[in-house]
């Protein structure tokens, strides 16, 4: 029997056009705090220094998780040479869906017009993953195995979050952190592993140190949560090469855009670089670097036939990665 595997053959994605900078922050937060002590003022420095972060893009009111998923969907079949028609399924990685139901996917499904009431030959079937910033990875793994396994030629992965719905700028620990982007890959059924290898994990015994609370804000025990994501990115990187031929030494690393302090302590560990873009977008949770990615081929860090691992961490706690040869893909 003939081994089926999936390749990526399409990346899109969509930034919001407003940006928030530091100093704008900066202004924010003083608002927020005329009389508070130093310790709750923030400037440029503070957080350029703890996060790397300049600047992030902002989403409109109008703006949604779907309304930016489908724009990054739409680029990415483009640039693969498809059409919805052609896809099979949907899987969408967020955590930031304004409801519960339906999903994210289902809707980005409509807006697409993936379904016979819109014209399509059938009703593509769809569904969101949230597994925290580990979200893309996750639904990436699960859509490469629906296509290995044969049930579907071509998917739709799709990863995207409003965060600031949920960021609480009154808290200077976790609003410099976020901005809003959404990604899009089309995969499909291929004779050669585009998608290698995936490895997926989690430890829920650090579930309260990044949760939603009751008031639909972030709250982050960032110590922990430093200490947790760089090892987790080292590991993860450690583990997926296992048992593949590969060294770290062969491959390059696209890890979650969350905090630069944590990507230079994995690297440290790791004794390898990784691609960085978080000056520029902040963290983006489960769009960051499967935008990144793209950003690196367009800017030539990626390249055809390169092996990249992609890696994440997130509330949870979860962590994974994918391994990924890249192909021929239009920007």
């Known amino acids: 029997m003939t081994a089926i595997y999936s390749a990526v053959i399409g990346v899109g994605s969509y930034i919001p056009g407003q940006i928030l900078t530091n100093y704008d922050l900066e202004r924010i937060l003083k608002e927020r705090w005329p009389d508070g002590p130093d ?20 989403a409109t009111a109008q703006e949604t998780n779907a ?20 896809i099979d399924f949907i899987v969408c990685a967020t955590n930031t869906n304004r409801v519960n139901f339906p999903s994210c996917a289902m809707i980005i499904q409509d ?44 998917g739709l992965v799709i990863g ?12 200077r620990n976790t609003c410099v952190l976020f901005g809003d982007l959404a990604s899009a890959w089309v995969i499909e059924k291929a004779k050669k592993p585009g998608i290698i290898k995936h490895h997926l994990g989690g430890d829920g ?47 390059k690393i696209i890890p979650h855009q969350a905090n630069k302090r944590i990507t230079e302590a994995a690297e440290k560990m790791l004794g390898a670089q990784a691609y960085s873009n978080i000056d520029r977008f902040g963290n983006t949770s489960a769009a960051s670097y499967p935008y990144a990615f793209e950003e690196a081929l367009g800017n030539g860090w990626l390249r055809e036939d390169d092996l990249v691992i992609l890696v994440g961490f997130g509330a949870g ?8 040869k890249v192909g021929k893909l239009k920007t």
């Not at 995207?160 to 808290?171: G, P």
């Not at 972030?218 to 296992?242: L, P, T, Y």
């Open 317 to 324: 706690l979860t962590y994974g990665a994918n391994l990924i």
């Open 39 to 58: 310790d709750k003022w923030t400037d440029n420095k503070w957080i350029l220094e703890r996060t790397g972060i300049v600047e992030r893009h902002i």
């Open 205 to 251: 015994s650090g579930k309260a140190q990044l949760v939603m609370t009751d008031k639909r804000h972030i709250w982050m025990n960032g110590r922990e949560v430093f200490k947790f994501a760089s090892r987790a990115i080292a590991d993860c990187c450690k583990e997926i090469i296992k048992d593949t031929g590969y060294k770290l030494k062969d491959v």
């Open 160 to 171: 995207v979050d409003k965060l600031t719905d949920i960021t609480d700028y009154s808290d």
């Open 111 to 154: 807006i697409l017009g993936g379904n016979k009431t819109r014209g399509n030959h059938k009703d593509i079937p769809g569904y969101d993953i949230q597994a925290g910033c580990t979200a893309f990875n996750y639904a990436l793994a699960a859509a490469d195995d629906g296509i290995r396994a044969g049930r579907y030629a071509r």
């Open 67 to 86: 309304s930016m998923g489908a724009m990054a969907a739409r680029r990415a079949l483009h640039n693969a040479g498809i059409a919805i028609k052609d």
